[in-house]
T-cell receptor, first 116, second 112 residues
Framework: NAGVMQNPRHLVRRRGQEARLRCSPM?????VYWYRQLPEEGLKFMVY????????ESGMPKERFSAEFPKEGPSILRIQQVVRGDSAAYFC??????????????FGDGTRLSIL | DQQVKQNSPSLSVQEGRISILNCDYT??????FLWYKKYPAEGPTFLIS?????DKNEDGRFTVFLNKSAKHLSLHIVPSQPGDSAVYFC???????????FGTGTSLTVIP
């Protein structure tokens, strides 16, 4: 499967725990984007990364959330000390070029995070 | 600040008829527009895109129209099929920006 791979598909955490969401982009794609979708809402941009660099994190909460895309391995979205409001579907997308290259992003199937 | 808006949360169409999904945007710097289709428990799937230098792009049963003066785009699906039943998102980006902006989606139901 050459698509964007996200794991786990479902993640349950208790309040105060940490959540780690992983995303492997499509082969040949070096640009990764994370989105959050709350129930009955659209996709909200969180962060845009290129290998080893955060390009734009303007949509990510300043506290408890962080993202990385190391030289080797998947991109990781990390949420520390989770709260009930973090319950959502988190989607990762990748593209071969930057936003201004007029190329579509391709999405993974998401991680559904539930906070007990 | 919702820069891309889909004002119709839902739409029902008979099989074989045309489905028209609408999208409005506010940022005049947007120059690339996309439509995605999403089934429950899956990620959005790219359908079709259009650059601001065009006003129409067609791919099989799907056609996207762009009206820059009205800051409006639409997706036409003809003929509609039951398998088209899904949530459709429009998205937009600007060359000067770093992100895509998504609408809140329109849930299309195609009735057999």
């Amino acid at each position: 499967n050459a698509g964007v791979m996200q794991n786990p598909r479902h993640l349950v955490r208790r309040r105060g725990q940490e959540a780690r969401l992983r995303c492997s982009p499509m082969k040949g794609h070096s640009h990764v984007y994370w989105y959050r979708q709350l129930p009955e809402e659209g996709l909200k941009f969180m962060v845009y990364l290129q290998k080893e660099n955060i390009i734009d994190e303007s949509g990510m909460p300043k506290e408890r959330f962080s993202a990385e895309f190391p030289k080797e391995g998947p991109s990781i979205l990390r949420i520390q000390q989770v709260v009930r409001g973090d319950s959502a579907a988190y989607f990762c997308a990748s593209s071969p070029g930057s936003v201004n290259s007029n190329q579509p992003q391709h999405f993974g199937d998401g991680t559904r995070l539930s906070i007990l | 600040d919702q820069q891309v808006k889909q004002n119709s949360p839902s739409l029902s169409v008979q099989e074989g008829r045309i489905s028209i999904l609408n999208c409005d945007y506010t940022n005049s710097m947007f120059d690339y527009f996309l439509w995605y289709k999403k089934y429950p428990a899956e990620g959005p799937t790219f359908l079709i895109s259009i650059s601001s230098i065009k006003d129409k792009n067609e791919d099989g049963r799907f056609t996207v129209f762009l009206n820059k003066s009205a800051k409006h785009l639409s997706l036409h699906i003809v003929p509609s099929q039951p398998g088209d039943s899904a949530v459709y998102f429009c998205a937009a980006s600007a060359k000067t920006g770093n992100q895509f902006y998504f609408g809140t989606g329109t849930s299309l139901t195609v009735i057999p």
